[in-house]
């Protein structure tokens, strides 16, 4: 293929928010890049990385052993610079300096709006979705995900034990500012009773949620878990108000970064690897300003403007049979 020749040298990175299985994704983008004779540069801490040249080499070995770990072995940032006129330029002018063909970024939603911004300025831009919050429009899937849910799925089992055995309730915070997936997936697969997630925010009825515990109690439950977003917050407050009204021992845990880490699923490590194939197989093939996406079961390359315009929702379906089965 003509193409191919032409694609000689490629960067990554991973930008935003770290999630589990980042490091499957960069060993995918190497091998698969060095596969087909193509020199890999690791860019570190994300644009930062970029726009100060923090740079190396990335060999088949240098991602040796690391699949199972969990964050990214080139560091992860915040770039405030690429927020403005100046840090983009210089950014998208240290791309050219270094030669690359093609910039693979591994992130989250700002990442990708970062994609954008250096597609304007003729960055090759191929974006790899990973947040653990799965609030991403263009894909159905993004890496980190499933090591999240399982973290928090875990935190639910031992709390479930201790406020079992003292009859308590149990108030546990997950991750998730402005999107319900974790939660709604915590609370389904943990058996919580009650999920609050940021989507419905304004329907929230703590009244409600203490009267459903009071009720579930006249009914033989002998403890109550209730799984609150992140970007619902007020979760002392409540457990306060359930332990005040209801008379209930109740505990309020927040389990914060701890479901950021750990060591990738299998599922994410599945994702990561195939998404990484994907995006340097897109740039061999010229493609220009992508991303990669999965799909109603497949891997899919999406036009990086088009993903951006995508829309997705929280399938409430999920909540409401969560409700079925707290009975
Ligand atoms: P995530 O990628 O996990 O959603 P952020 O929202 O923090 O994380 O975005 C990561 C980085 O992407 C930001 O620190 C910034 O450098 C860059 N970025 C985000 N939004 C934009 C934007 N509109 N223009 C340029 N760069 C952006």
């Excluded at 040796?64 to 964050?71: A, D």
């Excluded at 201790?162 to 997936?185: F, N, Q």
């Excluded at 419905?200 to 009244?207: G, H, N, Q």
């Excluded at 970007?231 to 970064?257: M, P, S, W, Y």
Aim: glycine share 12%; charged share 25%.
């Amino acid at each position: 293929m003509e193409q191919e020749k032409k694609i000689k040298k490629i960067g990554v990175l991973t930008s935003g928010g770290d999630a589990p299985g980042m490091n499957a994704a960069i060993r995918a983008v190497v091998r698969t890049a060095q596969y087909h004779n193509v020199e890999v540069i690791g860019i570190r801490k994300g644009y930062n990385g970029l726009i100060n040249g923090e740079i190396k080499e990335m060999r088949s070995k240098d991602v040796s052993n690391v699949m199972n770990l969990g964050g990214t072995i080139l560091h992860t940032a915040r770039c405030p610079e690429m927020m403005t006129e100046e840090g983009v330029n210089k950014a998208a002018a240290i791309y050219k300096i270094l030669g690359l063909d093609a910039l693979v970024v591994i992130g989250g939603d700002g990442s990708y709006r970062g994609m954008a911004e250096l597609a304007k300025r003729g960055v090759n831009c191929i974006g790899i979705p990973a947040t653990i919050d799965l609030d991403m429009n263009c894909t159905e899937y993004t890496i980190g995900f499933d090591t999240a849910v399982n973290t928090g799925m875990d935190a639910l089992n031992k709390l479930r034990d201790t406020s079992s055995s003292h009859e308590r309730c149990s108030v546990v915070e997950v991750m998730g500012r402005d999107a319900g997936y974790i939660a709604v997936w915590c609370g389904m697969v943990g058996g919580a009773e009650d999920v609050m997630f940021p989507e419905e925010k304004e329907k929230i009825d703590s009244a409600k949620v203490i009267q459903q515990i009071l009720e579930n109690r006249s009914i033989g439950k002998r403890h109550n878990l209730i799984v609150v977003a992140e970007g619902v917050g007020g979760t002392q407050k409540l457990a306060k108000d359930i332990q005040e009204i209801t008379g209930i021992q109740t505990r309020a845990t927040i389990l914060g970064h701890l479901q950021r880490g750990g060591s990738p699923t299998a599922t994410d490590r599945m994702h990561a690897s195939m998404m990484g194939y994907h995006a340097v197989k897109a740039i061999l093939e010229g493609q220009q300003n992508r991303v990669v996406s999965y799909n109603r079961g497949r891997y899919e390359v999406l036009d990086l403007a088009e993903a951006l315009n995508m829309e997705k929702h929280l399938d409430r379906e999920i909540y409401d049979v969560i409700k079925v089965l707290a009975i």
